[in-house]
DNA sequence: TAGATTGTTAATCGATTAACAATC
DNA sequence: TAGATTGTTAATCGATTAACAATC
């Protein structure tokens, strides 16, 4: 698992020890009860059901690509579960096989559908006010894909990727 | 600058450290010249241009997010300067104002349109055989979307954001 | 000179690893 | 018992910060 990884045995197995005992001294780890237990640690044996706020393009590769992992990687456990928007013109119409649902009736939809998680991909400058939202609504893990630091209480988690900062990360390497 | 990003200021200081001294001790730093000596350090002072491996509904996002980002943001440098794919079908279509090139010609065209870097969206598997042309053909700088870790040489500098993989770690904060 | 802020030093902190004791 | 591998300890390393000297 190092290896694959790039980090030392030790690591690996001080990580583990974080949670537990996981192996037998002088004998090794039995792979597929470590398989069971870190996907239990870590929630991913069970379907997460995932929501997405914004309707754009980026929302239909995300779900296509979700649809995609689903149908040939068994071990891959997020759903996309509903898509959501407050642009009329769009809510009632469908995505990929989602019928994309009024933001507005976001919390009633996420008791409906047991909507675990997140995110956002609407413009940067819509997405606190659609933050602030899903906290009231009881969301504790956002993924924020809008370029911007999200104001949130500290129960809550986000995870912002701004793709097109890392991006410019990227240009320091370049020769001048 | 710390208070924005969440770090004490002494290290804002440090890390300009690496570069130079940057302001005058007892008085300040000059805004506007910190700012030019780092966009030019960064090498964010001039149009970088980027250039996308597969037309899939990623790209077609990552093209309006860019041109959108381009029109509204004016310190912005990336510029999406070309679209390829190597399927039939989409080479010879426009995207979004771009037409598709045939991948196979990548050599050829990144010559003629100054290609600075590259985006793989291609699916996970053609990623590490699309990786390979690009460093063939003289890229060095790889933003990598498909969820592989890609084997480069060491004066290639790859970043990878594996969007699912991200998504799956807010899955660990779930209440299980 | 007094007050302020940068650039740097030394101390602190946390993450990682080498080495090893425990165990089978 | 000999050989092997886990779990843990102590040492190492690098990143961060508090404190301060330098400077205006």
């Known amino acids: 698992m190092g290896e694959r990884i790039g980090i030392s045995s030790a690591l690996v197995r001080k990580d583990l020890a974080w949670f537990g005992e996981f192996g037998k001294q002088g ?3 039995e792979v597929e009860y470590l398989r069971k237990e870190l996907l ?3 929630n991913l044996n069970r379907e997460i059901k ?6 754009g393009s980026l929302d239909s590769a995300l779900v296509r690509y979700n649809q995609n992992r689903n149908r040939t990687d068994s071990t891959f456990s997020m759903k996309i579960a509903a898509v959501f928007d407050n642009d ?10 989602l019928e994309i649902l ?20 609407v413009p940067a400058i819509k997405a606190q006010e659609v933050a602030d939202r899903l906290v009231q609504s009881g969301i504790r893990q956002i993924f924020n894909l809008a370029p911007v630091k999200l104001a949130v209480p500290p129960e809550v988690k986000v995870t912002t990727a701004d793709l097109s900062l890392e991006l410019e ?5 370049l020769k001048p």
Chains 1, 2 share one sequence.
Do not use: H, Q
């Open 27 to 29: 004998v090794g780890y």
């Open 40 to 42: 239990s640690i870590l």
């Open 50 to 55: 995932v929501a997405l706020i914004g309707a």
């Open 88 to 97: 009329e013109n769009k809510t009632g119409t469908v995505l990929a096989g």
């Open 102 to 121: 009024p933001f507005s009736s976001f919390a009633e939809y996420k008791t409906k559908l047991g909507l675990d998680l997140a995110v956002i991909t």
């Open 169 to 173: 990360c990227l240009a320091y390497y």
